[in-house]
């Protein structure tokens, strides 16, 4: 049998990374290849699973921790995925606050699974305002910022690339960008700096192309400080909820997700929580098959973004709400339970489901440094 692709594309939170999975998983299913996908959470219910399924793709979820500290689970999805579809191109995506993939996760697979799959260079997305404030540049020089120890956690994913893809390029003017991408450059050498726009498509044929032709180079891997690793996830906090909506007569998702989104979003601001990515679905209960509609929040000051809306109104729908953001979890479980007392009286909201928590440790199955 020939072996299998594995690409990962990585990325700190908020920079784009489902977007772009389900792109490329779309262009290769256009070239006729068969596709798996798979998510990767701390915690349970993910928007990113019920947006890949709805747009049909086969899709495993791996919940309680990022890959390096479920790789068996990760094995196993594969596994899941190759008996009901035989993909013959695996897309992870790792968890937004993780690092040393590859140490952890495609140097294991390489050593203990080598022959049944085929690894890609490591892809890291960059969200271009994120970076571009992390970094210094005095065009984004105001604006919330995460403290050292969570930006360890983002230099250390960068450093490991082999890809460095700096995502949402049309956000930035063009001298910006190429400032921005010069640092990059200059700060991680070992790793090749792309630009793309998943939103408008530019520059992603570049990439696919790069992540379906080319194999990972082996190099030693770099250090990492496990403790600060650790300090820094917990200083995040992860929120996962599922509610059930319902209404005496049919409603708009748009109107009702951006009051939701905006609601969130003030009361995070009036605690000074940093929010990393905010994310939320809606799913129609009858009707409109396969159809969803999603809202993003990535940074404090800018405006929820509704990227896909339902064609009609509906009476009844379940929203799933993924909120990450560096504060205490009780900060964000009081934010959404405001939003939610403040829905629209026309609005039944039922909490089904809510975890808050802060991520353990990082404690990885295996921890391969170098494959010489």
Excluded at 135 to 141: D, P, R, S, V
Excluded at 163 to 190: C, R
Excluded at 315 to 326: D, G, T, V
Excluded at 329 to 352: G, S, Y
């Amino acid at each position: 049998m020939s072996r299998a692709r594995y690409i990962m594309i990585g990325g700190f939170l908020g920079a784009g990374k489902t977007t772009c999975v389900a792109a490329l998983a779309q262009n290769l299913s256009d070239a006729g290849r068969t596709v798996g996908l798979i998510t990767n959470d701390q915690g349970r219910e993910l928007v990113d699973t019920a947006m890949l399924r709805a747009k049909g793709f086969a899709t495993e979820e791996i919940p309680g921790g990022c890959f390096c500290c479920r790789f068996n689970s990760l094995v196993d999805a594969a596994a899941k995925l190759t008996e009901s579809t035989r993909p013959d191109v695996f897309i992870a995506e790792p968890v937004g606050s993780c690092t040393d993939l590859v140490a952890t996760v495609t140097y294991p697979l390489r050593r203990i699974y080598g022959d049944e799959f085929s690894i890609a260079p490591l892809s890291v997305l960059v969200d271009p305002i994120r970076a571009a404030r992390i970094f210094g540049l005095n065009c984004f020089n105001e604006g919330g910022q995460f403290s050292e120890k969570v930006i360890y956690i983002y230099r250390k994913q960068l450093e490991e690339a082999d890809l460095i893809v700096i995502n949402k390029t049309d956000l930035l003017e063009a001298d910006t960008l190429a400032a921005l991408s010069e640092k990059l450059t200059t700060e991680f050498p070992n790793a090749e700096v792309l630009q793309i726009s998943a939103r408008n498509g530019e520059g992603l044929n570049e990439w696919f192309t790069r992540i379906t032709d080319a194999e990972q180079i082996a190099r030693a891997v770099m250090e990492v400080d496990y403790k600060l690793y650790a300090e820094g996830e917990a200083l995040l906090g992860w929120l996962n909820a599922t509610v059930q909506l319902r209404a005496t007569d049919p409603f708009e998702a748009q109107p009702v997700l951006q009051q939701f989104a905006a609601d969130i979003q003030a009361q995070l601001n009036k605690a000074s929580a940093e929010i990393a990515h905010l994310k939320m679905t809606l799913s129609p209960d009858a009707g409109l098959d396969g159809q969803v509609a999603i809202i993003n929040l990535v940074r404090n000051d800018f405006v929820p973004e509704l990227s896909a809306d339902l064609d009609a109104p509906i009476e009844s729908a379940q929203l799933i709400i993924n909120l990450r953001a560096e504060a205490d979890p009780e900060t964000l479980k009081a934010a959404v339970q405001t939003a939610l007392a403040n829905a629209p009286q026309t609005l039944t909201t039922t909490l089904d489901h809510l975890e808050h928590f802060r991520p353990g440790k990082p404690e990885p199955t295996h921890r391969i440094t170098d494959l010489g």
